[in-house]
């Protein structure tokens, strides 16, 4: 299968702990950005959006923060689980209707 | 429901022939776009479409790359001539919005695309 992320910035967390991926995004006209989840041969999966007139959104055991003043975005998972292991991509949109991604981030959940 | 779907999975072709990727978007799916994506990095952004119009081609590195989507529905990517540096994985997305409303996109499993 596809080999994701060999040099990417990479984050360790214990079964059952809260992760938090953090991501500076480029561009401050973005105005709607995405987090996504990567596995090992698959495509992205969309896990999370914001828009720039938000600075917190929930989901399901996942919140995504994002701080406009220092163009920081970050994603919180909580009670992280064995499955979550993949890496992880911040997009942003920039007024033209595409997404523009990050270089991502490998998390690994130790059992 | 059946996902993104895209063909060929892997393709190996000789520097100088054409190749044509072809995407299958979930149906009913308005919006499609195309990225490439380079090992280790995140998708980088093709071409999209709003049903059969292509709204947005600036992605496309040169004009050896072109897409269209006739009817609203698949698409294929098309790139000629092709060179070693068009290797990469290339991924399709759709979305049950327009491009420029919401734009949470499904992504398909990718063609692994290799130029000897």
């Known amino acids: 299968g596809e080999s994701v992320g060999l040099h990417l910035p990479t984050l360790s967390v214990q079964e059952g702990d809260n992760s938090i991926i953090n991501c500076a995004y480029s561009n401050s006209a973005s105005d709607y950005f995405i987090w996504y989840k990567q596995e090992s041969g698959k495509g992205p999966q969309f896990i999370i959006d914001?828009?720039?007139?938000?600075d917190k959104r929930q989901g399901q055991r996942v919140t995504v923060l994002l701080n406009k003043t220092v163009k920081h975005l970050s994603l919180q998972i909580a009670a992280t689980q064995p499955g979550d292991s993949a890496v992880y991509f911040c997009a942003e949109r920039t007024g033209a209707n595409n997404l523009f991604f990050g270089t991502g981030t490998r998390l690994t959940v130790i059992p | 429901g059946a996902g993104v779907s895209q063909s060929p999975r892997y393709k190996v072709t000789k520097r100088g022939q054409d190749v044509a990727l072809r995407c299958d978007p979930i149906s009913g799916h308005v919006s499609l776009y195309w990225y490439r994506q380079a090992l280790g990095q995140g998708p980088e952004f093709l071409t999209y479409?709003?049903?059969?119009?292509?709204?947005?081609k600036s992605g496309l590195p040169n004009d050896r790359f072109s897409a269209e989507r006739p009817e609203g529905s698949i698409s294929t990517l098309t790139i000629q001539r092709t060179e070693q540096r068009d290797s990469a994985m290339y991924r399709c997305?759709?979305?049950?919005?327009?491009?420029?409303?919401?734009?949470?996109?499904?992504f398909g499993p990718g063609t692994r695309l290799t130029v000897l």
């Open positions: 997305a759709s979305s049950p919005f327009l491009a420029g409303l919401y734009n949470e996109q499904f």
């Open positions: 479409f709003n049903y059969e119009a292509q709204q947005d």
């Open positions: 914001i828009r720039s007139n938000m």
